[in-house]
């Protein structure tokens, strides 16, 4: 046998009375919720009956109390959050910063500092370099000042070897020291 007081048969009616206003009032109840009135009726007597409210007490100081029951334990567990993860995870977060920084500063000054040895050895490279073309032109120079200088030298000693071979036995001692004193000043001006 069924202990809803609506669906069994035996059931007592009663009746109450209630104003034409009330009557409108549960009639726009009723068309919201789908339901017979009576059905309506008795699931307002059982929410009354079951939340010990009171229908007068518009602020529903139960329903205030459960929510700053709820709230409170909302915050609770925010602020329990809080500590156990996001203030460890922010100076985690900070302290992973700090390190970053510290880490692209060296990064920056050894990168610059090695660019700029790289820099001042290439600049003495392309110094040492320029002094090494200029010390191999002068050699160059040398060698072929020199190579000419030996020309020129072979030129005036075959001059005063054929100048002696044409002197015969005749040939007087001044004319001899002649050739002597332009040879030797030909060498000089070399």
Known sequence: MSTDPINTKEETLSTIKFNRQT????DR????LGRSKR????????????SKKDPLDF?????KNMLVKNHQKYIG??????EMLLIPAKME???ISESQRQIIDRFNNEVLKHNANVLNNQNALANAFGESVMILNKI???????QAMKAQFVFILDSYIR????FGMMTSAREKEDLIALTKEQIRLL
């Not at 109840?29 to 919201?32: E, F, G, H, S, T």
């Open 39 to 50: 059905l309506v009726f008795a699931q307002m007597v059982d929410y009354f009956y079951r």
């Open 163 to 166: 100048s002696r071979d044409a």
């Open 140 to 146: 160059l120079e040398g060698l072929n000042s020199k």
């Open 29 to 32: 109840i009723v068309l919201k």
């Open 77 to 82: 567990f925010i602020k329990a959050q809080e």
């Open 59 to 63: 602020n529903d100081e139960l329903l």
């Open 23 to 26: 009557a409108l009032k549960l």
């Open 93 to 95: 977060m900070s302290r």
